[in-house]
Every structure is written in structure tokens, then in C-alpha cells.
């Protein structure tokens, strides 16, 4: 069984800043392939937000680049940090962690539920 747990979220004035965190449990016969960052707006389909490989590659949506960051700590947790956040930048935001099963040829994207975030004055 993995499970992910988001934490961080909240209300914040434009321009602030929130620190999410996402934490997978997932025994020892797991490795981590990458993590990802999306989040969904109301009334919006969801959309990618960020990624990082195992190997400390990043990758930004456009419209969150040079002011999101994403981190991975020893490769669990990993976080995005939010800087100079948006009006449009509320949404419940998702993490996602692909994990290969040492039996396995491949990984499996798994997903937490979700924190929500609020840029509002």
C-alpha cells in the first residue's frame, strides 16, 4: 500500500508565499522515479504544475515558472514551494509520486488528495 499526505496549504494575500510538502509511505521495496505538482481550479480541468526526476531534474509549467519550486528531500518528501502567488493560483493542488515495485518493470503514478490554496486580499 502508498499513501501520500499533502500539508501546507491555506489562505495567502497575493504575492505571499506557501510551502506545500507531500510525504509517500511506501515501504523499502519502492524506488522513486519522479514526483509531480498539479493542481485543479473550480470549474477547471486539472493541469500540471511541476515535476522532479530522481535524479534532481526539474520541470515547470510556463505559467508558474520562475516563481514556483519543486524539492525532493532525499527523495521523500518532496515540496513546491510558491513564491509571488496569484489570484489564479487558487486551487487544490495534487502530488503524484511515480514508484517502481522491485518486482516490477515499470512505475505507477500515485496520488495524494489533495491540499487546497486561496490567493485572495
Known amino acids: 500500500q502508498v499513501h501520500l499526505v499533502e500539508s501546507g496549504g491555506g489562505l495567502v494575500q497575493p504575492g505571499g508565499s506557501l510551502r506545500l510538502s507531500c510525504t509517500a509511505s511506501?515501504?523499502?521495496?519502492?524506488?522513486?522515479?519522479?514526483w509531480a505538482w498539479y493542481r485543479q481550479a473550480p470549474g477547471k480541468e486539472r493541469e500540471w504544475v511541476a515535476r522532479?526526476?530522481?535524479?534532481?531534474?526539474t520541470d515547470y509549467a510556463a505559467q508558474v515558472k520562475d516563481r514556483f519550486t519543486v524539492s525532493s528531500d532525499d527523495s521523500n518528501p518532496a515540496y513546491l514551494q510558491m513564491d509571488n502567488l496569484k489570484p489564479e493560483g487558487t486551487a487544490a493542488y495534487s502530488c503524484?509520486?511515480?514508484?517502481?515495485?522491485?518486482?516490477?518493470?515499470?512505475?505507477?503514478?500515485?496520488w495524494g488528495k489533495g491540499t487546497l490554496v486561496t490567493v485572495s486580499s
Open positions: 522532479i526526476t530522481a535524479g534532481g531534474i
Open positions: 511506501a515501504g523499502s521495496l519502492f524506488s522513486m522515479n519522479s
Open positions: 503524484s509520486v511515480n514508484l517502481r515495485h522491485v518486482t516490477a518493470l515499470y512505475g505507477k503514478d500515485y
